[in-house]
C-alpha cells in the first residue's frame, strides 16, 4: 500500500509550462495527447496533487473514449476522474474545477441515459472545455 501524498498548503504546478499544454489540448479535443501530457506531470508529482493530474487524466481519457464510442470506458473514466476532482473544488493551479466538473457530470448522465446502442446520438457541444486562468501563480 502506497503512502499517502503530502498535502501542502499553496499548491505549485510541478511542469506549470506542461499543465497549460495538457489545458489547451483538452480544449481542442486533443484528449489522447492531453491525457499523455498530464500523465508525464502525474508521474513526477509528489504531493496530494498527484490525485488533481490523475483526475484530469482520467476525464480525457472518458472523452477520448466518449469520441470512440466506448460506452463502458466512457462511464468508468468520467466516474474515477469525477470522484478525482472532487476535492480540488471550487479551483485548482487556475483550473475551474467546479465547472469542469458540473459540465463532465452533465455529460456523463447523458452518456449514461442513451445508453451504449445511442452513444452516436451524443450531444458533442455537451463536451466542456477546462476553464484555466493563467494569470493565476502556478508556479513560486
Known sequence: MKA????IAAPVAVDPEGLVRGV???????FY???????DIWHREETHL??????????????????????????NLLEGGIRLLEPFRPSCLGVDVERLLTETSRCLE?????????LRQFDR???????FREEEPVAS
Open 4 to 7: 499517502p501524498k503530502p498535502h
Open 24 to 30: 489547451r489540448q483538452f480544449n481542442a479535443w486533443r
Open 33 to 39: 495527447d492531453c491525457h499523455e501530457t498530464f500523465e
Open 50 to 75: 498527484a490525485d488533481f493530474y490523475q483526475g484530469l487524466i482520467k476525464v480525457a481519457a472518458g472523452f477520448h473514449h466518449l469520441l470512440r464510442n466506448n460506452h463502458r470506458g466512457t462511464i
Open 110 to 118: 447523458s452518456v449514461r441515459s442513451l445508453g451504449p446502442r445511442r
Open 125 to 131: 457541444s455537451l463536451i466542456p472545455a477546462i476553464a
